[in-house]
């Protein structure tokens, strides 16, 4: 069994008011048992987001370099350590067209070009599947993708897609990156309407502070979730604004906003899906909240899911690192 684990969906709407909560919001220390009201209700209608769009297939389709049966991903390497190149981190979830379900045991089937460009056509490096975990998620560390000629212009940096859900058919697509200076004369990565509209497929790299780039992308595709059906979008009920510091060694903040009365829960899960920490669970009115979570010594430096659940819909995630070595 394939073993795993988490956007582009977040549109600059969420990231704007995202960013506003940050600049004029101060919000009181609070423990994982004692969470306080700190704004108004208001306030919170500036903070919602919306949009929930289908994952797309790429103009280019599964392209000429694809190669059947690639192995599973182990520990979410699918570049070897000694693969040249800049190391990226691409997480996401897996979530069924309205937004309102994950899916797990969906395979996530990914291949690229090394550093130079090139795909190794006779064996198997940088080439991968695994599954979506208990949560949806999904991750795995590569190296950013070399470019190569198409006629007589390179193609953008890119990372190819095979997403299946359980029973479902498969998606063909690719992942491309902003700030590609080949991404408005590519014949693919250029659409921004229609069928093949890339426009949700460009995402942005950052440094999380590990040294690594780091770039989030949900799936949206058709198949069976996990949770209860509810009518309203995920970012209609609340939100995760911030965790800090990330990563974090001893204790990690959570700042978050519920946007109506509803049953909130908080959790932490590993990569696995695993749950490791239950933070809150209880009838919240709509305000914006926040909780602390002091990890415990057993667990291993590594990355983990911070989620938040609105009347039993998982509805926003955030990703964070625990990283206690070397200090």
């Known amino acids: 069994m394939l073993s795993l684990d988490i956007t582009k969906t977040m549109d600059t709407n969420k990231k704007n008011g995202r960013r506003s909560f940050l600049k004029n919001t101060s919000l009181a220390a609070l423990s994982v048992t004692a969470l306080t009201n700190v704004s108004s209700a208001k306030d919170l209608e500036t903070d919602r987001a919306g949009g929930c769009n289908p994952t797309t297939p790429d103009f280019y389709g599964q392209g000429p370099f694809y190669t ?25 979830v897996v979530r069924t ?3 309102t379900e994950v899916i797990p045991n969906a395979i996530v089937d990914v291949w690229h070009a090394n550093d130079p460009g090139q795909y190794d056509n006779t064996g198997y490096n940088l080439r991968g599947k695994m599954l979506s975990n208990a949560q949806g998620f999904y991750m795995f560390e590569t190296i950013y993708p070399g470019k190569y000629l198409n006629g007589t212009t390179y193609r953008p940096s890119h990372i190819h897609f095979k997403i299946t859900p359980p029973g479902y058919p498969t998606i063909t697509t690719q992942l491309y990156f902003e700030g590609d200076a080949d991404l408005a004369s590519d014949a693919a990565s250029s659409q921004t309407s229609g069928t093949y509209n890339a426009a949700d497929r460009i995402i942005t790299l950052t440094d999380g502070g590990s040294g690594i780039l780091e770039g989030t992308w949900d799936v949206i595709v058709d198949g069976d979730g996990t949770t209860t059906e509810v009518n309203d979008l995920h970012l209609e009920n609340g939100i995760i604004y911030e965790v800090s ?15 109506r009365e509803s049953n909130v829960s908080l959790a932490v899960y590993d990569m696995a899906g695993k749950l490791v920490a ?18 415990d010594s057993s667990l291993p430096d590594g990355h983990y899911f911070v989620a938040l659940r609105i ?17």
């Open 68 to 92: 059947q049966n690639p192995p599973e991903i182990l520990n979410n390497q699918l570049a070897e350590v000694s693969e040249f190149g800049t190391r990226i981190i691409i997480s996401g």
């Open 278 to 295: 239950s933070l809150a669970e209880e009838n919240l009115s709509p305000e914006k909240y926040e909780t602390t979570w002091e990890p």
């Open 311 to 327: 009347n039993d819909m998982q509805v926003h995630y955030q990703k964070t690192i625990l990283l206690r070595s070397g200090k």
């Open 97 to 99: 067209l309205d937004c």
């Open 245 to 259: 510091p990330n990563p974090y060694s001893e204790i990690l903040t959570i700042k978050y906003g519920v946007f």
